[in-house]
């Protein structure tokens, strides 16, 4: 199993611009990388990574005697990288898609990054050793015993992280909070409430882009008035970059407090395929959509339920789950998105929209469970194939933030 751990690096000025020039050399690269590639296809030749990384590497030493001051990873994955991307565009074109050519890499526009060999890397405690640099300070220690695969370095909104696949041996590793307990819950997702629980419990959405609006559309408007290029610009730039930053991790916080308590107290979670690209179309809605990240959250509870010994129901798209009732199962199919309480006309029972839709789902998936230990499937180790929610194509690589 490969698992993702993405790490805030503390690194005091020096080692901040020694990072800088790593950067500064992977984006070098691959732009000479690209131009080479242009050349070999113009010139009728069959260009690939690998030949223009052997060019790179015998002419290093005399044309840009800088790049042997850095780790020698950092050039080999650049060309990678560039070959990843042209694999991608030809397969887009293959297929019928919008192809995305390569293009050059700008210092003032990409986002600064350069990749290194996991193996190069060592791990101690809150430290980590990068070749040529030695012990840079994090903010919180590897999580993972095992193999690290790769390892890439990223600058946003001023800060260093390190993002890392570890492949571990779930032979020997285990998540270390399991589910212990067999309970089945419906879990409907929502703009005011992100989650609506069948057992009765509402998770309020953070709002964290409505709740920083007025100062981001301030800053927005004092970085129009600047200078482009200037001092201040830059200076108004980096906080706008910063805001971003705090409205992503609020969510984030949120998202991930919420789902992994789903699957640590529930055996079996219900929720429903949302289209949510469908809903962003309203023009009403869409902001609150994307503020509420209902996608993330079915996200992070499909790779996490496995982990822990529970599993993921999705329901079907189209499942009338907010118009059934879930007392006698009559579909009341005039009801309105504005309707927020509703009563049955078969049964008389009066329901909140939002947990009348959570316990549809929690009858739903206790019917999974009840086949699933039909077939033996019960138990402590208990996995099922679920439909990767949103449209998500299924991976197993896990992430953690």
Same mark, same amino acid.
């Given at each position: 199993?490969?698992?993702?751990?993405?790490?805030?690096?503390?690194?005091?000025?020096?080692?901040?611009?020694?990072?800088?020039?790593?950067?500064?050399?992977?984006?070098?690269?691959?732009?000479?990388?690209?131009?080479?590639?242009?050349?070999?296809?113009?010139?009728?030749?069959?260009?690939?990574?690998?030949?223009?990384?052997?060019?790179?590497?015998?002419?290093?030493?005399?044309?840009?005697?800088?790049?042997?001051?850095?780790?020698?990873?950092?050039?080999?994955?650049?060309?990678?990288?560039?070959?990843?991307?042209?694999?991608?565009?030809?397969?887009?074109?293959?297929?019928?898609?919008?192809?995305?050519?390569?293009?050059?890499?700008?210092?003032?526009?990409?986002?600064?990054?350069?990749?290194?060999?996991?193996?190069?890397?060592?791990?101690?405690?809150?430290?980590?050793?990068?070749?040529?640099?030695?012990?840079?300070?994090?903010?919180?220690?590897?999580?993972?015993?095992?193999?690290?695969?790769?390892?890439?370095?990223?600058?946003?909104?001023?800060?260093?992280?390190?993002?890392?696949?570890?492949?571990?041996?779930?032979?020997?590793?285990?998540?270390?909070?399991?589910?212990?307990?067999?309970?089945?819950?419906?879990?409907?997702?929502?703009? %005011?409430?992100? &989650?609506? =629980? /069948?057992? @009765? #419990? $509402?998770?309020?959405?953070?709002? !964290?882009?409505? +709740?920083?609006?007025?100062?981001?559309?301030?800053?927005?408007?004092?970085?129009?008035?600047?200078?482009?290029?200037?001092?201040?610009?830059?200076?108004?730039?980096?906080?706008?970059?910063?805001?971003?930053?705090?409205?992503?991790?609020?969510?984030?916080?949120?998202?991930?407090?919420?789902?992994?308590?789903?699957?640590?107290?529930?055996?079996?979670?219900?929720?429903?395929?949302?289209?949510?690209?469908?809903?962003?179309?309203?023009?009403?809605?869409?902001?609150?959509?994307?503020?509420?990240?209902?996608?993330?959250?079915?996200?992070?509870?499909?790779?996490?339920?496995?982990?822990?010994?529970?599993?993921?129901?999705?329901?079907?798209?189209?499942?009338?789950?907010?118009?059934?009732?879930?007392?006698?199962? %009559?579909?009341? &199919?005039? =009801? /309105?998105? @504005? #309707? $927020?309480?509703?009563?049955?006309? !078969?049964?008389? +029972?009066?329901?909140?929209?939002?947990?009348?839709?959570?316990?549809?789902?929690?009858?739903?998936?206790?019917?999974?469970?009840?086949?699933?230990?039909?077939?033996?499937?019960?138990?402590?180790?208990?996995?099922?194939?679920?439909?990767?929610?949103?449209?998500?194509?299924?991976?197993?690589?896990?992430?953690?933030?």
């Amino acid at each position: 199993m490969i698992l993702a751990h993405r790490i805030r690096l503390d690194p005091n000025n020096v080692q901040a611009s020694w990072l800088e020039r790593c950067a500064g050399t992977a984006r070098f690269t691959f732009n000479w990388g690209l131009a080479r590639w242009q050349e070999q296809h113009a010139a009728g030749e069959k260009p690939s990574w690998q030949k223009i990384n052997g060019e790179l590497n015998s002419v290093k030493s005399v044309e840009f005697p800088w790049m042997t001051e850095l780790p020698w990873a950092i050039t080999n994955k650049a060309l990678s990288d560039l070959g990843a991307a042209f694999t991608n565009f030809f397969h887009r074109v293959k297929f019928g898609q919008k192809p995305g050519y390569p293009r050059f890499k700008s210092r003032k526009r990409s986002t600064p990054s350069f990749a290194i060999e996991g193996r190069a890397l060592h791990f101690d405690g809150k430290k980590i050793k990068i070749p040529k640099l030695g012990w840079v300070r994090t903010r919180e220690a590897l999580r993972f015993p095992g193999k690290v695969l790769s390892a890439r370095f990223t600058k946003r909104a001023g800060y260093w992280y390190v993002s890392l696949q570890v492949e571990v041996d779930e032979s020997r590793w285990s998540y270390p909070h399991r589910c212990e307990t067999q309970a089945v819950v419906g879990v409907d997702l929502g703009i %005011v409430d992100l &989650a609506v =629980l /069948s057992t @009765g #419990e $509402r998770i309020e959405a953070p709002r !964290a882009l409505r +709740a920083h609006e007025t100062k981001l559309r301030r800053l927005n408007k004092e970085l129009s008035r600047r200078t482009r290029g200037g001092k201040n610009w830059h200076k108004t730039k980096a906080q706008i970059q910063r805001l971003h930053e705090r409205i992503a991790n609020i969510r984030r916080d949120v998202t991930h407090k919420l789902t992994t308590s789903l699957v640590k107290r529930f055996r079996w979670i219900g929720i429903e395929d949302l289209n949510v690209v469908g809903m962003t179309k309203n023009r009403r809605l869409a902001k609150s959509v994307m503020d509420a990240a209902m996608s993330e959250v079915s996200r992070q509870l499909a790779y996490k339920a496995p982990l822990v010994g529970s599993a993921v129901v999705v329901a079907d798209r189209w499942y009338p789950s907010s118009k059934t009732c879930s007392g006698c199962g %009559v579909v009341y &199919a005039d =009801l /309105s998105l @504005g #309707e $927020r309480r509703w009563t049955c006309d !078969a049964c008389g +029972a009066e329901h909140d929209r939002d947990k009348n839709a959570a316990e549809n789902l929690r009858a739903m998936a206790a019917a999974q469970a009840v086949t699933a230990c039909c077939h033996g499937s019960a138990g402590a180790d208990l996995r099922i194939d679920v439909k990767p929610p949103l449209g998500q194509e299924s991976s197993n690589v896990v992430s953690f933030g």
